[in-house]
C-alpha cells in the first residue's frame, strides 16, 4: 500500500508541475477544436509514414527471404557472406544506415536522394536483416521429414524450399512478423532527421506555430500508439489462433523468442 | 582512409560518448524497470494497472518522439538541463519499458512453489521480490536483456540529432569537413557499432554461461 501512496503522490506532483506551468491553459488546447487544417496536416504526415512503412515492408520481405536461404544454403559462398550480411546489417544502427544513403550518394553521384529513398532503403537493409532471422528460425522449427519428403518426391532443394518450407515458414512466424511491422512502423519516424514529412516532422512543423510541444507530440504519440497497438493485438490474435489450430506442434518457444515480441522489439 | 586515420582521436571521443550514454542508460533503464516489473506482478491493482499502462504506452512510441517529448516538452514543465541528460531520459525512459518486459517474463519462469513457499514463511511481497523472486528471474533473462542493451546501444544515435556529440553526430561533423572520403568514414562509424555490438554480445554470453543453473 506504500507503493500505491507513492504513485498517487508522484501523479499528483507530476499535475501540479504541469498546472503551476500552465501546461493546462485552455489557449495550449484550442487550435486543436478550432483548426481543422491541424488534422489535415497530420493525415498527411500519417499517409507518408504508411507509404514509407509499406515500401519498406514490400522491398524488406524478399531481402529477408533470399537472405534467410542464403545463410542456410549449403554453399559457403553463398552462406558466409549471408551471414556477414545479416550480422552487420543487425548491428548497425538503422540511423546510420540512412544518413550512409543520405549524405554519400550526393558526394559519389553528384545528385541529391530524396528523402524517402534513403529512408526506406535504410528501412529495407535492417528490416530484411532481421526478417531474414525470424524466416530462418521459421524455417529450422519445422520438422526435417518435410524437406525430406518433398526431396523424396522429386522436388530438387530449391523447389522444396520455395513451396514446401517457406510457405510454412511463414505461416508459423506470422505472429512475429506482425511484430516487426511495428518496429518498422515505429522507426519511420526517424524520416524527420533526413527532412521527409512523416506524421513526426509535420508534428514539428506544427508545434513552430503552436507552441504547445506537449500536447501536440503527446497526440502524436497517440497515432503512433494506436496503430502500434492494434498490430501488436493482431499478432496475438494470430498467435493463440495457430496455437489452436496446431496445438503442440507448434514451437511456441520459438514464436515467442525474445522478450515482448507482441509490442515489437526495442 | 586519411581521414579516418587522422581522426582517430574525434573518432574514439564520439564513440566514448556512446559508450557511456549506453552504460548510463542501461542502469537506469534496469533500475526503473525492474521497479515496473514489481509493480505489474504486485498484489495491488492499481500499481499493476499503472505500470501496465507505462509498458504498453512507451513501447509502442518511437523513440524519437520519446527524444522529442524530453527535449521540447520537459523544459516547458520547468526541467531544464543540458542535451546528454534529456538524451539519457529518453533513453531510460523507452529502454526501461523493454527491459520491463523481460524482467516479468523472468519472473514468470519463476516457479510458483517458490514464491508460496516465501509467503508462507512469513515474507513481505517486496521481501519475497527482492530475495528469492528477483535473482532467480535474473538468471533465465540474460539473453533477452542482452538483445534489449544492444538494441540501446544502437538507439543512443538518436540523440545525434538532439546535439549531443557521439558517434553519428562525430560522423556527421567529419563529412562536412571531408566530404570525399564519405564512405571510409561512415564505414569506419559503422564497424565501430558492429564492434561494441559484438563485445557487448560476448559479454553477455559470457555473464550468461557463469549465471546460468542447469537444472
Do not use: C, H
Not at chain 1, 517457406?166 to 505472429?175: G, N, S, Y
Not at chain 1, 489450430?245 to 507448434?250: K, L, P, S
Not at chain 2, 505489474?40 to 518522439?65: D, F, I, M, Q
Not at chain 2, 561512415?186 to 553477455?204: D, K
Request: hydrophobic share 55%; no cysteine.
Amino acid at each position: 500500500m506504500v507503493g500505491v501512496a507513492v504513485i498517487a503522490l508522484l501523479v499528483y506532483l507530476a499535475a501540479r508541475q504541469l498546472s503551476a506551468k500552465g501546461q493546462f491553459d485552455a489557449d495550449l488546447y484550442r487550435p486543436f477544436l478550432e483548426e481543422p487544417q491541424i488534422y489535415e496536416r497530420l493525415a498527411e504526415g500519417l499517409r507518408n509514414t504508411l507509404k514509407a512503412a509499406a515500401f519498406g515492408l514490400a522491398l524488406a520481405l524478399p531481402l529477408g527471404v533470399v537472405l534467410a536461404f542464403g545463410r542456410l544454403s549449403r554453399r559457403w559462398f553463398i552462406r558466409i557472406p549471408s551471414v556477414g550480411i545479416i550480422e552487420f546489417f543487425r548491428a548497425t544502427p538503422l540511423l546510420l544506415l540512412i544518413l550512409f544513403f543520405f549524405l554519400s550518394f550526393p558526394i559519389v553521384f553528384s545528385t541529391r536522394l530524396e528523402p524517402l529513398t534513403a529512408l526506406v532503403l535504410g528501412l529495407t537493409l535492417y528490416n530484411g536483416a532481421v526478417i531474414a532471422e525470424i524466416i530462418r528460425a521459421g524455417i529450422q522449427s519445422l520438422p526435417t521429414g518435410q524437406s525430406e519428403a518433398a526431396l523424396a518426391v522429386g522436388l530438387t532443394r530449391g523447389q522444396a524450399q520455395r513451396l514446401v518450407l517457406l510457405p510454412q515458414a511463414v505461416r508459423i512466424m506470422l505472429p512475429s512478423l506482425v511484430s516487426q511491422l511495428v518496429v518498422l512502423l515505429k522507426d519511420t519516424s526517424l524520416g524527420f532527421i533526413v527532412g521527409f514529412e512523416e506524421l513526426l516532422r509535420i508534428g514539428g512543423q506544427l508545434v513552430e506555430v503552436l507552441r504547445n510541444p506537449v500536447q501536440t507530440y503527446v497526440l502524436v504519440a497517440l497515432v503512433y500508439i494506436v496503430i502500434n497497438i492494434s498490430l501488436g493485438r493482431l499478432a496475438s490474435w494470430i498467435e493463440s489462433r495457430q496455437r489452436r489450430t496446431y496445438g503442440a506442434a507448434v514451437p511456441v518457444q520459438t514464436v515467442e523468442s525474445g522478450m515482448g515480441q507482441a509490442g515489437g522489439g526495442p | 582512409m586519411d581521414a579516418v586515420l587522422d581522426n582517430r582521436d574525434v573518432f574514439v571521443d564520439g564513440f566514448m560518448t556512446t559508450i557511456t550514454l549506453t552504460l548510463l542508460a542501461a542502469m537506469g533503464a534496469l533500475v526503473l524497470g525492474t521497479l515496473i516489473a514489481a509493480m505489474r506482478v504486485s498484489p495491488a491493482p492499481p500499481l499493476r494497472w499503472v505500470a501496465t499502462g507505462y509498458v504498453e504506452v512507451v513501447r509502442n512510441t518511437p523513440l524519437t518522439v520519446v527524444f522529442f517529448l524530453s527535449v521540447f516538452g520537459l523544459p516547458k514543465v520547468g526541467v531544464g538541463t543540458t542535451f546528454f541528460r534529456f538524451s539519457l531520459i529518453a533513453l531510460t525512459v523507452y529502454t526501461a519499458s523493454f527491459v520491463a518486459e523481460a524482467v516479468r517474463s523472468g519472473v514468470n519462469s519463476v516457479a510458483s512453489g517458490q514464491a508460496e513457499a516465501s509467503r508462507s514463511i512469513g515474507m513481505t511481497f517486496v521481501k519475497t521480490l527482492r530475495l528469492v523472486v528477483l535473482p532467480q528471474a535474473f538468471r533465465n533473462i540474460i539473453p533477452p536483456l542482452a538483445s534489449v542493451f544492444i538494441a540501446l546501444l544502437k538507439n543512443t544515435s538518436i540523440a545525434s540529432a538532439f546535439a549531443v556529440t557521439e558517434a553519428t553526430q562525430t560522423m556527421q561533423g567529419l563529412i562536412n569537413t571531408n566530404g570525399q572520403a564519405v564512405i571510409w568514414i561512415l564505414s569506419a562509424t559503422a564497424l565501430g557499432y558492429v564492434a561494441l555490438a559484438l563485445t557487448a554480445g560476448l559479454l553477455f554470453s559470457r555473464l550468461e554461461r557463469t549465471l546460468t543453473v542447469s537444472r
